[in-house]
């Protein structure tokens, strides 16, 4: 295990050096005045739009606004690095999100080091990617897809941008299927890719469920599987991609962080009251509205996860050969 792991895990487990009934009483009392939390990702997104949806139940649970500030830019990083130099006091939370474990394999130069300047709070949920092909496309399946795949090395192509989730779970895709596929650079996410994967310029796509759910359900694209472990309710005849490439998991997962050294009472009162939004029925039926099913963890747990998926992304980033300016 690597000391950066360990660092984390041990923000996770640490405890505040208070004697037990001042936390006890300070808990009780947090928060006393607005939380933000920073998203570091614009308007609209999937982040923006459940960092908002958590955003409104905890407030409702704590009596206090939890106020959503958008903070884009470098792949997230920018907002990321915002939230570590904020004071450590509770009232600046991090939406945390999949990237968060790739940008320290694919950035040479950051300013911060995840895994040591943020605690983990909990997790928010996990949402699928799906593979999908144009319909002229004649696989109607991912061991199909496997063997055109194989029996045309080099002629498909998937559409991703030029760094961070959709285009590692293609890459992890390819490395762990043993096949070549090339990778279609674009500038920005979903919007385009799909497009031109309705219009035939595309053979494969990885994108997020959000994205693609509806083509999907309407037949105008084919959904061959999704990239969670597991079916997703939001499209149950599709099979995990595990099914037929054994290990194969690359969903985007969300959650919240804090600066270093928050007290630790207050990471287990946000943990806490996030885990009981996460076990409403309303919430379980809202997220699956976009395909996201509930993640709850305790801090030690999440940053337990958060630092397995830093080593695994690392892996596939090393594969690739890629690196963000």
Known sequence: MKLPRRQFLHLAAGAAALPAVSRFARAQAYPTRPVRIIVPYPPGGTPDIVGRMMGEWLSERLGQQFIIENRPGAGGNIGT????????????????????????????????????????????????????????????????????????????????????????????????????????????????????????????????????????????????????AARSPALPDLPPVGDFVPGYEASSWHGLGVPKNTPADMVQKLNSEMNAVLSDPKVIARLAEIGGVPLPMTPVQFGQFVAEETEKWAKVVKFVGIKAE
Do not use: C, W
């Open 81 to 228: 690095e915002t939230a570590v130099r904020a004071p450590a006091d509770g009232y600046t939370l991090l939406y945390v999100v999949t990237a968060n474990a790739i940008s320290p394999a694919l950035f040479d130069k950051l300013n911060f080091n995840f895994l040591h300047d943020i605690a983990p709070v909990g997790g928010i949920t996990r949402v699928p990617n799906v593979v999908s092909v144009t319909p002229s496309l004649p696989v109607e399946t991912i061991p199909q897809l496997i063997a055109h795949a194989k029996a045309n090395p080099g002629k498909l192509n998937f559409g991703a941008p030029t760094a961070g989730t959709l285009l590692l779970a293609g890459e992890l895709f390819k490395m762990m299927a043993g096949i070549n596929i090339v990778h279609v650079a674009y500038r920005g996410g979903g919007g385009q890719v799909v497009t031109d994967l309705l219009a035939g310029r595309l053979q494969v796509s990885f994108d997020v469920m959000p994205t693609v759910i509806e083509y999907v359900r309407a037949g105008k694209l084919r959904g061959l599987a999704v990239t969670t």
